[in-house]
C-alpha cells in the first residue's frame, strides 16, 4: 500500500499556473520560517517562567500562581512548562528532535487551553486564543517533522 503524497504545485490545479515553480521554490522556506518563528516565540514564555526574565516570576512565582490556582506539585509542573516552552521552542526552532519537542508543546498548549476556556475565546482578555494557535502550529511540526532546512534533516534522524 503506497501513502499519497503531497502534490507539485503545478499538478494541484491552480489558478495561476505559471507560479508553480514559484510556489515550489519558497515552499521548504515558508516551512522553515513557521518553525523558526514557532519556536522562538515559545521561548521568553519559558524564560519567563524559568528565570524571571521579561517580568516572569521565574519558577517560585510561576509555582506560586500554578498553586492559588488549584494545582498540586505547582513547583515540578513550572518547572516542566518552563522547559517545554524554552528547551522545547528551542529544540523546534533549530529542527532538533522536533516531532517529540513540538507534540510536548502540543499536549502543554492542549493544558492551556482548557485552562482559558473560561474567559471566551479572545486573548485580549485571557482567551485561548494564543494557546490554540501555537498548540496547533505545534501540532502541525509533531506530525509534519522540521522540515528540509533542519538539523533533523541533516543528521537523517528523527523520531
Known amino acids: 500500500m503506497s501513502v499519497q503524497t503531497e502534490q507539485p504545485a503545478k499538478d494541484r ?9 514559484v510556489y515550489e521554490r519558497l515552499d521548504p522556506l515558508a516551512f522553515l520560517a513557521l518553525r523558526v518563528a514557532t519556536g522562538l516565540l515559545l521561548v521568553p514564555h519559558g524564560a519567563q517562567k524559568l528565570f524571571g526574565w521579561f517580568g516572569g516570576g521565574g519558577i517560585a512565582g510561576t509555582a506560586g500562581w500554578l498553586e492559588s490556582v488549584g494545582y498540586q506539585a ?9 522547559l517545554v516552552e524554552f528547551v522545547g521552542g ?30 471566551g475565546f479572545f486573548w485580549t482578555a485571557r482567551g485561548y486564543e494564543y494557546p490554540i494557535l501555537w498548540g496547533l502550529a505545534a501540532a502541525f511540526f509533531a506530525i509534519k517533522g522540521a522540515g528540509a532546512y533542519s538539523i533533523d534533516k541533516k543528521i ?3 523520531i
Open 90 to 119: 528551542l529544540l523546534i526552532a533549530f529542527g532538533l528532535l522536533t516531532r517529540p519537542a513540538a507534540a510536548a508543546t502540543a499536549v502543554f498548549m492542549a493544558f492551556a487551553v482548557s485552562f482559558h476556556l473560561g474567559n
Open 13 to 21: 490545479g491552480l489558478y495561476l499556473p505559471f507560479l508553480a515553480p
Open 74 to 82: 505547582p513547583t515540578v509542573l513550572a518547572l516542566l512548562i518552563g
Open 156 to 158: 537523517g534522524r528523527e
